[in-house]
C-alpha cells in the first residue's frame, strides 16, 4: 500500500511542541527535538516541498467529460472494501482521502492531504502526530476531525481484513489530541515506516458509520472527504462516480491539475475478452492491455486503422507486476522443495514467448523485476553478512540457489523441453516419487494430482502448455475454472492447489511485505500471503526492511530477501513487461513529463475537440 501527498516545508524545533504540550495535552518523551513539517520522507530528501503544483500535472488542464473503463473483477458486492468481505468495489478509493498523498515521481515521499503538517521525532519513531487541515471536509459539509481518524483506525484494527490487521499491527493507540491533533503510538521504536503507513489510510466518517455493521457486505453509499462522489451503480454491472464540485483540497499543491474528469465509469464483464470487445464498440474509453496476443494483433478494428483509438506503451521505473504460479505449500504435495522445484522446471517460458506472446515478455527473474531492488549476480558483501546467519538453517537447494548469479530454468524454444523435463523427473525421483504405467505416484500409491484454480476464461490458453509439460512427467495437472465471486472466497480461505498470481509491488517496500511472505500471515484467511511461506530467513528480512535507517540498506535487504523468495520456490514467476500498455479513444491529454512510478491518469484530462470528433464517429456507427 503507497497511498501519499503534499504541500510546503515547516521546520520547528523542540521548543515548539514543548510549548504546545499543554494545549495538545501530551508529553513527549523523545531524546531529540520534535520537527514538524508538511511532508514525510523515507530514505531521501522530498523535491516538491514548495511546489505549487507536481510537475507531472497540468495546472491548467481543463475540467469536464468521462474516463471509463473496465473493472478487474467481473462483479462486486461490496462497497465497504476494507472489511475482507465479499467482491469489492471498483474505484471506490475516490470517494475518500487519506491523511497524506504519494509523490508519483519520488520513492517514500508523502505531502499533505487531510493533514496539512506532521510533527515527529527523527530519533524516535514511537509516535507521530499528524495535525489535520481546518478546511477539510466531508462531501455532506461536515468537518474532517480528529476523532474522525480515530474511530477510523480503531474500526480497521479491530474489524478491518486480515491483511489490513497485519499492516496496521504495531500501531499501538490514536489518541485525539485537540479536534485536529491526532496522535499515533507505535509499539516499536525503530520502524521508521510506521508515521508514514498510517498517513495513508482512509478516513472515515464516525457520524456515516453510527448505527451501521461495519464487517457486513454492504451496498451502502458511503460518506468520503475525496474528490468524488457516487453517482450510480447497478449491482455488478457498472459504477460511476461523479466529481466533487465542492471538492475541499482542489487547490492543494497535490491535486492542482488533478480529478480532471467529471465522470469516472467503471463497466463489469463476464471476462477480459468480452470487455475487449466493449471497448472498439466504444462501450469504455481507456484500456490498460495486459495481454500481449491482444497488444500484437488486437488493434485492427476499424476505430483504430481510422485513428480514433491511439496505443502506447510508456515508460516506468517500477517493479514490473509480478505473474506467477503460486504452490500452496500448506498442501502436503507441495511442502517438498525439491517437488516445487521439479515443476518449475516444467514451465517452458521460452516457448511461449515465441509462440503466444509474439516475443513482447520478459521472463521474470526477481520479485522486484525491473527496479534497483532486484537481486542480480551473485551475494555482494553486504548481502552475503545478512545471509550467513541463516544459511546453516536454509535446505541444500534454498541455500544453493541463495548464493548463485539466479536464473530460471531455460529451455530451447522448441516445445519439447526435453531437458528441463528430464532434470524434474531426477528431481521427483529423489522426492520418493515413482512411476507405474507412465503415471507419476507417491510412496502410498497414490497418482500426483493436483488442480490449477483460475477465475478468468482466456487463461487457458497459457496454462495449457504447462499442464502438457506436466502430463510428459505422468502429473495429472488440470485447471479449474470458476466464477468471480467463487474463486475470491477459495482464495480468501487458501482452498486451492495451485493459483495463478498477478499483483503489483512497490518501490519502497516495508510493513506490506510482510503481509505477503510473513510466518504470521500464512495463517491469517484473507491475507495475501498464498503460498503460505514460513521461513525465518524471510520474516527477519522483511523486520529488517521495515526498519531499514536508508535507502542502500533497503535495496540490500530487498535483495537479499528476493534471493530467499526465489530460492524458495514458492511461486513460480512467470513473465511480465516492464511499460504501461495502455490504449484509449482518442479524446486525453496529459502532459510530456511522465511521473517516474505510475502511469498518473489521476492528471490526465479530456479534449473537448478531440472529444467532439470521437463522439461524432460514435454516433455515425450506431446509424
Same mark, same amino acid.
Given at each position: ?69 473496465s ?9 465497504n472494501?476494507?472489511n ?43 509516535y ?68 508514514s503507513?498510517?498517513?495513508e ?12 455493521? /461495519? ?10 472527504s ?41 463497466l ?92 513482447h ?47 530460471f ?58 499442464t ?104 513460480i ?16 491529454? /496529459? ?25 461524432? /464517429? ?6
Open positions: 500500500m503507497e497511498n501519499l501527498k503534499k504541500q510546503q516545508i515547516t521546520t520547528r524545533a523542540a521548543g515548539w511542541l514543548l510549548a504546545m504540550g499543554s494545549s495538545i495535552g501530551c508529553a513527549l518523551t523523545a531524546t531529540a527535538a520534535p520537527i514538524t513539517q508538511n511532508y514525510i520522507a523515507l530514505h531521501s530528501k522530498p523535491l516538491y516541498a514548495s511546489a505549487t503544483a507536481m510537475p507531472y500535472a497540468n495546472p491548467k488542464a481543463p475540467k469536464g467529460g468521462m474516463l471509463s473503463q473493472a478487474v473483477l467481473a462483479t462486486f458486492d461490496n462497497f472494501t476494507l475482507g468481505k465479499g467482491t469489492p468495489a471498483e474505484g471506490i478509493g475516490l470517494v475518500y482521502d487519506t491523511l497524506m498523498s504519494p509523490s508519483l515521481d519520488e520513492p517514500g515521499i508523502r505531502y499533505p492531504l487531510l493533514a496539512e503538517r506532521v510533527t515527529y521525532d527523527p530519533d524516535d519513531s514511537s507521530v502526530i499528524y495535525h489535520i487541515n481546518p478546511k477539510a471536509r466531508f462531501s455532506n459539509g461536515t468537518p474532517v476531525t480528529a476523532a474522525d481518524v480515530v474511530f477510523s483506525f480503531n474500526m480497521l484494527l479491530t474489524k478491518g481484513a486480515p491483511g489490513i490487521k497485519v499492516y496496521l499491527a504495531e500501531v499501538d493507540k490514536v489518541i485525539a489530541l485537540n479536534k485536529l491533533a491526532v496522535r499515533f503510538n507505535f509499539k516499536s521504536k525503530d520502524n521508521i515506516e510506521l508515521p503507513i498510517v498517513g489510510v482512509p478516513i472515515y466518517s464516525q457520524k456515516d458509520w453510527q448505527g451501521h455493521d /461495519y464487517e457486513r457486505v454492504s451496498l451502502r453509499i458511503p460518506v468520503g475525496g474528490p468524488y462522489l457516487m453517482d450510480n451503480f447497478v449491482a455488478g454491472r457498472s459504477i460511476t462516480y461523479k466529481r466533487n464540485p465542492n471538492y475541499w483540497a482542489k487547490d492543494l499543491p497535490v491535486n492542482v491539475g488533478r480529478y480532471n474528469f467529471d465522470r469516472m465509469r467503471y463489469y464483464f463476464r471476462n477480459p475478452d468480452v470487455a475487449f470487445e466493449g471497448f472498439k464498440a466504444g462501450q469504455y474509453f481507456f484500456q490498460e492491455e495486459n495481454k500481449a496476443r491482444t497488444w500484437s494483433i488486437g488493434y485492427n478494428f476499424p476505430a483504430f486503422n481510422q485513428k480514433y483509438v491511439v496505443k502506447k506503451a510508456i515508460s516506468n521505473q517500477n517493479p514490473v507486476n509480478l505473474q506467477a504460479f503460486v504452490f500452496n505449500t500448506r498442501r502436503p504435495l507441495f511442502s517438498d522443495i525439491r517437488v516445487r522445484q521439479a515443476l518449475t522446471y516444467a514451465y517452458d517460458y521460452e516457448w511461449l514467448n515465441k509462440a503466444l506472446f509474439y516475443g515478455y520478459d521472463r521474470i527473474q526477481s520479485y522486484f523485476y525491473n527496479s534497483e531492488l532486484a537481486a542480480t549476480g551473485t551475494p555482494s558483501a553486504a548481502e552475503l553478512k545478512l545471509l550467513k546467519p541463516w544459511l546453516d538453517k536454509l535446505s541444500p537447494i534454498q541455500r544453493q540457489g541463495v548464493l548463485t548469479n539466479w536464473q530454468p531455460k529451455s530451447d524454444a522448441s516445445g519439447f523441453n526435453r531437458n528441463n523435463l528430464l532434470k524434474a523427473r531426477e528431481l521427483l525421483l529423489q522426492a520418493g516419487y515413482h512411476y507405474q504405467h507412465g503415471k507419476l505416484m507417491d510412496k502410498s500409491g497414490k497418482p500426483f494430482r493436483f488442480e490449477i484454480l483460475i477465475r478468468q476464461d482466456g487463461l487457458q490458453r497459457t496454462i495449457l502448455p504447462f502438457r509439460n506436466l502430463a510428459r512427467l505422468g502429473i495429472d495437472a488440470t485447471i479449474r475454472l470458476v466464477d468471480a465471486p467463487q474463486y475470491m472466497e477459495r482464495q480468501r480461505t487458501f482452498d486451492f492447489d495451485m493459483i495463478t498470481l498477478a499483483t503489483s509491488n512497490t518501490i519502497s517496500p516495508g510493513n506490506e511485505q510482510a503481509q505477503y511472505w510473513s510466518s504470521v500471515s500464512a495463517d491469517q484467511e484473507g491475507n495475501y500471503n498464498l503460498a503460505g511461506i514460513k521461513n525465518p530467513a524471510i520474516d527477519a528480512m522483511i523486520d529488517l526492511i521495515i526498519r531499514a535507517p536508508n535507502r542502500e540498506q533497503l535495496i540490500t535487504r530487498t535483495r537479499v530477501m528476493d534471493r530467499l523468495l526465489r530460492a524458495g520456490y514458492y511461486l514467476p512467470t513473465y511480465s513487461k516492464s511499460k504501461y500498455w495502455v490504449a484509449y479513444w482518442d479524446m486525453y491529454g /496529459y502532459t510530456a513529463q511522465r511521473p517516474k512510478y505510475d502511469l498518473g491518469v489521476d492528471y490526465w484530462w479530456v479534449d473537448p475537440a478531440k472529444e467532439k470528433r470521437v463522439m461524432q /464517429y460514435l454516433q455515425r456507427q450506431q446509424k
